[in-house]
């Protein structure tokens, strides 16, 4: 399966690869985005299995590229990891058509549990 | 200001303990007096009423060990500048968006920035509340700090 990590910081990108491979989800494929414009090119060029997405990103954030996503009946699994874990973000990620929200800090438990239903 | 600096320092405390893995944040002084020759990843909390800016500041050294850490880079290895900047800037995205949650029952429509890194000193400026916490983050030296800039609207 190929996961798509979306996110400006490309620290952040490495440290969520690295929970996904404690996790036990190294033998996926994982390709990364710097926002929702890369993600959004991305998902139409070389559509994958799901998408880890930052909430605040320059050109595009998170909640827009899912909204556009959905609004174009594209229903990819779609979760984010973000540090905005209010209960307002929850519910608009949800609402929006999120499948899950992680929130930072995390561990490989968030990811393991998150992604279970989503990913062999 | 109390809350938002406790709230601060006890974020920065988990997110050094259990995700960047360097140990807690341990209060060593508490001041008004912005510490110059630093770098740090500064970044704001805004709501219609008051501006924050949370900041985390280290020396050039001091930077590089707590971006090796986040991202278990051995410690003969230097890290680009670049890389440095990201790195502790998403330390602040995590710090304050554990604040955000902490502070937003008190405080209506508060939202969360994007970060910043700054090399040199911030000059505060008439109207701006300042506070300073020298921290020790595990054996690493790091300055917290919040700047608090009331509306005038």
């Known amino acids: ?120 | 200001m109390d809350a938002w600096i406790d709230a601060a320092v006890t974020a920065l405390s988990e997110v050094g303990r259990d995700f960047i893995g360097c140990g807690p944040a341990n209060v060593v002084r508490k001041h008004d007096h912005i510490p110059g020759d630093l770098q740090g990843a500064y970044i704001p909390l805004v709501c219609p009423t008051v501006s924050f800016q949370l900041a985390l500041l280290a020396t050039s050294d001091g930077a590089q060990r707590l971006a090796k850490a986040m991202l278990c880079v051995p410690e003969d290895e230097e890290l680009p500048p670049a890389d440095v900047a990201d790195a502790m800037g998403e330390i602040m995205n995590i710090v304050a968006g554990m604040v955000k949650n902490v502070m937003q029952p008190k405080v209506e429509s508060l939202k969360l920035g994007l970060p910043m890194y700054i090399h040199g000193h911030v000059q505060g400026s008439n109207g701006v509340e300042i506070r300073v916490v020298d921290l020790q983050l595990g054996d690493q030296a790091t300055h917290l700090l919040v700047l608090k800039q009331q509306s005038t609207t």
């Open chain 1, 1 to 120: 399966m190929k996961i798509l990590i979306v996110d400006d910081s490309r620290a952040m990108r490495m440290i969520v690869m690295r929970h996904l491979r404690q996790a036990g989800f190294g033998n996926h494929t994982m390709v990364q985005a710097g926002n929702g414009v890369e993600a959004y090119n991305e998902i139409q060029s070389a559509p994958p299995d799901i998408v880890l997405c930052d909430w605040n990103m320059p050109e595009m954030n998170g909640i827009e590229l899912l909204q556009k996503l959905r609004g174009e009946g594209n229903g990819i699994p779609f979760g984010f990891v973000t540090s905005e874990g209010s209960v307002e973000v929850r519910k608009l990620a949800m609402d929006s058509g999120a499948q899950f929200v992680i929130s930072k800090p995390f561990t490989a438990e968030s990811f393991e549990v998150a992604l279970a239903d989503h990913i062999g």
